[in-house]
């Protein structure tokens, strides 16, 4: 069974635009979550999607959105991007809700180098 | 909001056991206690999970006290390839639009031959 997949691997912008990083979970996964790690701060939770719908979001500003499509893919978009934005996004399936017990599988991230 | 600790770095030799603690005192009843592992440029690799008492796998054993306020990550034997991050995790107010995961900050393992 393939893993998580991230897309794309590597983005370089500058600074005011907006980008779109896409994720396809574990076949039959329903639950997506998403994080932003950085050397400072380490893995900080952006937001949980399940079944279409955001079930927790995390203490980040309304620039960084998402969403997750009917077959579970997920995108966050990040607008007006600024140089802290610089950072690994990591993307996360899982079966069901993983406060339940269920385990989170990592996709292999996004590197994203605002400039 | 059940935040976590943990040490920011330990070191270690071949073969020994290494137990790594995570505080998280304000984790509440239906929490789970997750562990991962991160090398450089990967994602989290699940290691162990648990809810109280202990439980083991194949690589690590992880035992949580009655009052679940903490976890301790056991590794036996450990090998150069598992220096690593690893991170403590738990999740809180499920079901609540003001839930929240949580990754601890991360304890970096040196292993030394």
């Known amino acids: 069974k393939a893993g998580v997949t991230q897309t794309p691997r590597y983005l370089i912008k500058t600074r005011g635009q907006q980008v779109t990083l896409s994720c396809s979970p574990i076949s039959g996964h329903r639950s997506v979550s998403w994080y932003q790690q950085t050397p400072g701060q380490g893995l900080q939770f952006l937001f949980e999607y399940f079944s279409e719908t955001q079930r927790n979001k995390g203490n980040f500003p309304g620039r960084f959105s998402g969403r997750q499509f009917s077959n579970s893919r997920s995108e966050m978009n990040v607008s007006t991007l600024e140089l802290g934005d610089s950072a690994l996004y990591l993307c996360?399936?899982?079966?069901?809700?993983?406060?339940?017990?269920?385990?989170?599988?990592f996709g292999p991230g996004t590197r994203l180098l605002v400039l | 909001l059940a935040k976590t600790t943990q040490p920011i770095s330990m070191d270690s030799y071949e073969g020994q056991e290494v137990n790594i603690t995570c505080s998280h005192n304000?984790?509440?009843?239906?929490?789970?206690i997750t562990w991962y592992q991160q090398f450089p440029s990967q994602g989290p690799r699940f290691i162990i999970q648990?809810?109280?008492t202990k439980v083991t796998n194949e690589v690590a054993s992880l035992f949580i006290p009655a009052d679940r306020k903490s976890s301790t990550l056991s590794l036996p034997r450990v090998s150069l390839s598992d220096t690593a991050v690893y991170y403590c995790?738990?999740?809180?107010?499920?079901?609540?639009?003001?839930?929240?995961?949580?990754f601890g900050r991360g304890t970096q393992l040196t292993v030394w031959p």
């Open positions: 304000n984790i509440a009843t239906n929490d789970y």
């Open positions: 995790l738990v999740a809180t107010d499920r079901g609540s639009t003001l839930g929240r995961l949580y």
């Open positions: 648990g809810y109280k």
């Open positions: 996360a399936s899982s079966l069901g809700l993983p406060g339940d017990g269920e385990t989170q599988y």
